[in-house]
Each structure stands twice: as structure tokens, then as C-alpha cells.
């Protein structure tokens, strides 16, 4: 029964926020509740915000590498 609300539980997030998002809004609220301290939402955000501009640069990145090997695949074939 357990598992089964937890996969369920998983889609609605999937879906709809993710997981880190999850966390660092639920790290928000135990701060303003006094159930952590403002240090440790400090980390918490900065590995959030760390972690999201990890997956920015990264999805730059391909983005620029498909990008790249598409035009030089077609300036090949005028050639």
C-alpha cells in the first residue's frame, strides 16, 4: 500500500515540480517554523542554486554541441 502512494506521490511531482524545488521550498518552510537553523537553509539554497546552474550550463552545452555539428554536417555536403 505504501509503495503504491509513493509512485503515485512520484508522478504528481514529476509532473509538476521537481524534486530540489521540493526540498529547498520544504527547507523554507522548517526555517520560518524554527525546526532548522538559517545556516543550514543557507546551504540548502546554495546547493539548489549551485545545482541549477549546473544543469543550465550543462543543457547550454549540448544544445551548442548539436547545434555545431549539425552546420558543419551541412557546410560538408555543399562542399
Known sequence: MMALFKQGLDRVL????????????????FM?????????WVMISMVYIGSQG????AERFIAVKNTTFTKSESVSKNV
Not at 514529476?14 to 518552510?29: E, G, M, P, Q
Not at 520560518?32 to 543550514?40: R, V
Open 14 to 29: 514529476d509532473r509538476f515540480i521537481s524534486r530540489k524545488l521540493l526540498v529547498w521550498i520544504l527547507a523554507t518552510v
Open 32 to 40: 520560518f517554523t524554527s525546526k532548522i537553523e538559517s545556516a543550514d
Open 54 to 57: 549546473a544543469l543550465d550550463i
